[in-house]
């Protein structure tokens, strides 16, 4: 009988082990797969703006070229053409519109910024909390989750001051960022965001700490 007993103990100790390890695997399994999908459609989307980028610029070249001898009138009726043009084409994840890319090359990681900040742009992407823009003079705060398996801004915190980051804006201009300082603070506090940078480009980055107590916060200027 007590046999029985310690046979069934071990039967049912093995079941659960076996149901841990089968459910281990299964997260782990589901984790590489929410990766990879959520990685593959960010680069459709960063394809997709490049190719518009790459529109803008000729669009603007082939105006130039073809716009030289108008008379005045002309002239500006063709550039408020282009500029119609050129709001129609814009890039777009789900509803957001994409304002640009972030490239991280010590992270590895490259991702559309998109221009809203809601539970599920996040979930999406980075983007951008506050600021003047992209690559304008001043200071523009970039926002991503961690979620401690990579994606996003995982490893901000593998980041150190002299680090790169590259901007891409909607007009295809890429700019160069070196970090310079980099911090934890509260979640309320937002004194970094509207700091004076006397004219120069720069850049914040804000993510979780892995406890999520606090704000990473990378700092990073034109270099």
Do not use: W
């Amino acid at each position: 009988m007590f046999n029985s007993k310690y046979s069934k103990l071990l039967t049912v100790i093995l079941i659960i082990v076996i149901i841990a390890i089968v459910g281990t695997i299964g997260y782990f399994v589901y984790d590489i797969y929410v990766i990879k999908a959520k990685n593959n459609n960010a680069q459709e989307v960063m394809d997709e703006f490049d190719n518009t980028s790459i529109r803008r610029e000729f669009d603007s070249t082939e105006d130039k070229e073809n716009n030289g001898d108008k008379n005045p009138v002309d002239f500006m009726n063709a550039v408020s053409n282009q500029q119609t043009q050129q709001q129609v084409k814009k890039t777009y994840m789900e509803s957001y519109e994409v304002m640009g890319k972030i490239e991280i090359p010590k992270t590895g990681i490259k991702y559309p910024i998109l221009g809203e900040v809601t539970p599920r742009s996040l979930e999406l992407s980075v983007a951008i909390l506050y600021g003047v823009g992209l690559n304008q003079p001043g200071n523009t705060t970039i926002v991503g989750h961690n979620f401690r398996n990579g994606l996003f801004f995982s490893d901000n915190k593998k980041l150190a001051k002299g680090d790169i980051v590259k901007i891409t804006d909607q007009e295809g201009t890429t700019i160069t960022y070196e970090i310079y300082d980099l911090f934890t603070t509260t979640p309320s506090d937002a004194e970094y965001m509207t700091r004076d940078t006397e004219g120069a480009r720069e850049i914040s980055l804000s993510t979780c700490t892995d406890d999520s107590s606090a704000r990473l916060i990378l700092l990073a200027r034109e270099k």
